[in-house]
């Protein structure tokens, strides 16, 4: 017993002691003031260059796109391709886009990027030149954000300070209301315009802003407010009174001079050209890294750095899969048709005589797709095509005399042929096999952005091939339209001519043969799978007509750009077995709609603006919501 009433009053000591020891170090004015150990506080941070740059690569990391190789599903939203995986079946399903589609409203970002901003001109310890450097880069990414957001919402409340709330149970203060929308693209430009000679005018940086992107910024921020003022004149129920959807069709030249002027000071760049076949030389142009002159602004990509990406493994071509999976993208044949004959003229896919009474049959199943823009190759695998130095191996079976089809519903699956004593092989490796994922469903592969490097196609490996955000060839062809726009044929012409040239078309077009058909064609073929298409179609007017939500047929008229195109169609090639008759080895082609197609695109005019969620209007009062919804 007195042993443990000892070690009560020593256990009581040591406590008295501690307690008096905290309290005169809590007192003490340099414990206090000590840094913590696990967080850098922002004025360490903004003595760092390393750290800033930390910071800002962090927000260079969130940039707000929509269709990129990091995301391949989305490619598949619309009429350029057929998702063939059980999981994205349901893209081809519904009829209507839900209102909400597309949307984007991030201002917890936008709070970030002011944050950045604001303590980076509070900063006096980095020199000022890499500081006003890395203030331009926050700019140039708060300006994409806020173009992200317009492009899709329209008009948004222009918050351009770190907001705040005090607690003081009023937070009107922090309610903003909706601006006009082309005060938003005002904002975007005049920014760029701000920055632009603040940013390094290098074209070898690609993953960084710099002039060159600023200025690509511009045109086509300048170029989407201009088609909106124009085409917006047609589908005046799209707006608001009080302007924060739609803008006046009078403020058009304006901006489309505005592209012109930016593509002035644009300098350089040039159209990459370093392969001889042309649409070889095309599809190198998204994989090679090294000084590329077309490439202006990216998302890179690096294996050294562990930062790498599945695209590869998720499209390439089943039977050269690394991985036994692959060909998520199908394009359609409503992409490839659009791919013009070298004469300059449209047609569709000569698979039937003009009597339509008997195939049109070809020695091999390459030879239907000669004698068309190459950027098709550079674009899409075909049949009869190779990727990694092996075929493809696109084919749907053999079509008898009688009609008959010997097929399978496996890759590479056998059967019986007549005639021929053992089984033997009667469908690609790659299918086509409807309603089985990862087959060439349409017929098709993509072949843009796809990695040829060995191991680019295993998890643990992966690609870094870049994602280009920003290229030469888009800004000739914003040049190009804003030059339209404005009456200027002739140098319209001359944009759009250097970029069919480095396509390979043989046979400029004139001035006089620049329509508004023509603009909306280029940027089809040479802008697929890079992130265009809806945003296209909608500053355009054009999606509520193309995809109308009729079951129309493929249509016979690709050139024309209000010909509606709401479902993915295929075309599938079979190989004749017709021993003694002289068609026997030949091939033909059949064009299919995938079975898991079954309701066409309906774009509304509600779709043209995202739909702004009950739980932001209820929060703040002076929102408005989106025409049509």
Not at 88 to 112: A, C, V
Not at 488 to 504: C, L
Request: net charge negative; aromatic share 12%.
């Amino acid at each position: 017993m007195i042993k443990i009433i000892s070690d009560m009053k020593n256990s009581l000591l040591i406590m008295i002691l501690l307690l008096l020891f905290l309290g005169v170090a809590c007192n003490d004015d340099d414990f206090l003031n000590k840094d913590p150990r696990n967080i850098l506080l922002d004025k360490q941070v903004w003595e760092s260059e390393g750290l800033v740059l930390a910071v800002l690569a962090d927000l260079y990391g969130r940039y707000p796109d929509y269709q990129t190789i990091e995301n391949w599903s989305e490619f598949t939203n619309f009429d350029e391709a057929f998702a063939s995986s059980f999981g994205s079946y349901g893209r081809h399903h519904n009829q209507d886009w839900s209102y909400f589609d597309w949307g984007y409203w991030d201002y917890g970002f936008i709070r970030e990027i002011n944050l950045f901003i604001s303590k980076g001109e509070e900063a006096v310890r980095l020199s000022e030149d890499v500081r006003e450097r890395f203030l331009a880069e926050a700019r140039f990414l708060r300006a994409a954000v806020y173009f992200e957001m317009v492009k899709r919402m329209g008009g948004v409340p222009l918050i351009l300070e770190s907001l705040t709330y005090d607690y003081s149970g009023d937070p009107s203060y922090l309610q903003y209301p909706r601006v006009k929308e082309h005060k938003i693209y005002d904002f975007v430009i005049s920014e760029m315009q701000a920055i632009k000679d603040i940013l390094p005018d290098d074209p070898s940086v690609k993953a960084r802003a710099t002039k060159g992107a600023a200025l690509a910024m511009t045109m086509r921020a300048a170029l989407y407010a201009g088609s909106i003022a124009k085409y917006g004149a047609t589908t005046p129920d799209v707006s608001l009174p009080g302007g924060e959807v739609g803008i006046p069709a009078t403020m058009a030249a304006d901006y489309y001079q505005t592209v012109l002027d930016a593509f002035s000071e644009m300098s350089g760049y040039a159209l990459y050209d370093r392969n001889p076949d042309p649409g070889d030389n095309f599809a190198n142009l998204f994989l090679d890294k090294n000084n590329n002159p077309e490439v202006i602004f990216v998302e890179d990509f690096k294996l050294q750095s562990g930062k790498t990406h599945g695209f590869t493994i998720s499209n390439q071509p089943r039977y050269q899969s690394e991985e036994q999976e692959g060909g998520r993208i199908n394009p359609s044949l409503n992409l490839v048709q659009s791919f013009e004959l070298l004469d300059n003229t449209f047609a569709p896919l000569p698979i039937r005589t003009t009597d339509d009474l008997d195939y049109l049959y070809y020695d091999e199943p390459t030879d239907l797709f000669e004698n068309r823009d190459p950027r098709l190759r550079g674009t899409v695998l075909l049949p009869g095509t190779r990727f990694k130095e092996t075929d493809v191996e696109i084919w749907a079976g053999y079509l008898l005399s009688d009609n008959t089809v010997i097929t399978g519903d496996q890759f590479g699956a056998k059967a019986s042929l007549p005639g021929v004593e053992e089984d033997v092989q009667v469908v690609g490796f790659s299918g086509p096999i409807d309603n089985l994922e990862f087959s060439a469903q349409t017929g098709f592969y993509i072949r843009k952005y796809l990695d040829p490097t060995p191991g680019s196609g295993q998890r643990g490996v992966q690609s870094e091939v870049w994602w280009v955000r920003y290229r030469y060839g888009e800004v000739l062809l914003n040049a190009a339209e804003a030059a339209f726009e404005l009456g200027m044929v002739d140098i319209a012409a001359g944009y759009m001519n250097q970029v069919r040239s480095r396509a390979g078309m043989p046979t400029g077009l004139t001035p006089g043969e620049i329509t508004f058909d023509r603009i909306v064609h280029e940027r089809k073929v040479e802008l697929a799978f890079e992130g265009h298409q809806l945003w296209d179609m909608k500053r355009w007017r054009l999606a509520h007509i193309v995809w109308d939500g009729s079951s129309e047929p493929l249509t016979n008229d690709p050139g024309n750009a209000m010909e509606p195109s709401t479902r993915p169609f295929g075309l599938w090639p079979y190989k004749i077995h017709a021993p003694g008759e002289s068609n026997h080895g030949k091939w033909v082609f059949k064009e299919v709609l995938p079975s898991q197609v079954t309701n066409p695109d309906r774009f509304r005019l509600g779709n043209y603006y995202s739909g702004i969620g009950d739980d932001l209007l209820n929060r703040n009062p002076k929102l408005v919501r989106n025409p049509n919804h």
